[in-house]
Structures are given as structure tokens and as C-alpha cells.
């Protein structure tokens, strides 16, 4: 399984910015996916998490209210819509494929939780 995350770039503070996850390898709709991401200097850390079937997402309380999760199972991607961007949303973001068995809601946000990842796609926001 391969993950190709894409979408990043500059941004200014306020505004919005989506990225885009393609999975090849397998098929999607068995999978749940998440976001994580990792700002300078610090550890990685859990965005958001999407079930397989795509009705329901899980978002990290940083980011509540501001980002969106979905998913294209027919075209093998997922997404990171990404609103009123702020400096320290500033990071590279990583998506990961969680393979079944399929983690356990309350393990969602570790990283151990999740089988295989993309390398990773800079978002820079400015003040």
C-alpha cells in the first residue's frame, strides 16, 4: 500500500487550504484513514481520523470546527479541507491507512494505530 499526501503549501493566516491523500495498492473502502501532522521541533501529532465507510470523523480539539475530513472510496483519496488557517497549524501533514483490524476508537490517535503512511506534505501559514 502507497500514500501519496499532496495539497501543501503557503498559506496566510485566515485562510483555506485542502489536502489531498491517493491510495494505491489496495482498495480504500476497507480502510480507516487519519492525519497527523509535525511542526518544527515537535512530535507528530493526531489531526483527525475518518472511518472507512466515511461516516464518521474524528478531529483533534486544535483543530475542531476548523478542519474537515472526507473521502472519495471510488477514487482511492482522502482529504484534509483545512479552514481559518492559523500560524501554528504550520507542519508537514501525514496521512496513514489503518489496515484491518481496524484500531480501536479510543487507540485513534496513536500513531502505533495506523499501517502505513505517506511521506508527508508542508503546510506553511503566516501571520
Known amino acids: 500500500v502507497q500514500l501519496q499526501a499532496s495539497g501543501g503549501g503557503l498559506a496566510q493566516a485566515g485562510d483555506s487550504l485542502t489536502l489531498s491523500c491517493a491510495v494505491s495498492?489496495?482498495?480504500?473502502?476497507?480502510?480507516?484513514m487519519g492525519w497527523f501532522r509535525q511542526a518544527p521541533g515537535k512530535e507528530r501529532e493526531f489531526v483527525g481520523r475518518?472511518?472507512?465507510?466515511?461516516?464518521?470523523?474524528y478531529y483533534a480539539t486544535s483543530v475542531k470546527g476548523r478542519f474537515t475530513i472526507s473521502r472519495d472510496n471510488g477514487k482511492n483519496t482522502v482529504f484534509l479541507q483545512m479552514g481559518s488557517l492559523r500560524p501554528e497549524d504550520t507542519a508537514v501533514y501525514y496521512c496513514?491507512?489503518?489496515?484491518?483490524?481496524?484500531?480501536?476508537?479510543?487507540?485513534?490517535?496513536?500513531?502505533?494505530?495506523?499501517?502505513?503512511w505517506g511521506q508527508g506534505t508542508l503546510v506553511t501559514v503566516s501571520s
Open positions: 496513514a491507512a489503518d489496515a484491518p483490524p481496524l484500531t480501536p476508537i479510543a487507540s485513534m490517535r496513536r500513531m502505533i494505530g495506523y499501517d502505513y
Open positions: 475518518i472511518t472507512s465507510s466515511g461516516g464518521m470523523a
Open positions: 495498492g489496495r482498495t480504500l473502502s476497507t480502510y480507516a
